[in-house]
């Protein structure tokens, strides 16, 4: 997170666990929501408790919609 906070090309993933405990929204905090993107990481295991976690954060919907898509769109300039 100190290294998100550093630099503006920092992006950070939420890939591979769950967050629980408010760590979305603490990253949210203290990083932004411009540069948090979910991620799966893992094609073995089921993606659903990951997407949970952010979609029971307590954070708003914008924030919700860019770190589920609109980051990722903008990053890599998709056209979509």
Same mark, same amino acid.
């Given at each position: 997170?100190?290294?998100?906070q550093a630099h503006a090309n920092?992006?950070m993933d939420l890939a591979g !666990?769950?967050y629980t405990g408010g760590v979305?929204?603490? #990253?949210?905090?203290?990083?932004?929501? *411009?540069?948090?993107?979910? /991620?799966? !990481?893992?094609?073995?295991?089921?993606?659903?408790?990951? #997407?949970?976690?952010?979609?029971?954060? *307590?954070?708003?919907?914008? /924030?919700?919609?860019?770190?589920?898509?609109?980051?990722?769109?903008? #990053?890599?300039?998709?056209?979509?």
């Amino acid at each position: 997170m100190r290294l998100a906070q550093a630099h503006a090309n920092v992006y950070m993933d939420l890939a591979g !666990d769950v967050y629980t405990g408010g760590v979305v929204e603490a #990253l949210v905090r203290e990083v932004g929501t *411009d540069r948090i993107m979910f /991620a799966s !990481d893992m094609t073995w295991i089921d993606p659903r408790p990951q #997407l949970g976690c952010i979609l029971d954060a *307590d954070i708003s919907p914008e /924030a919700k919609a860019k770190i589920l898509g609109e980051n990722v769109v903008r #990053l890599f300039g998709l056209q979509i």
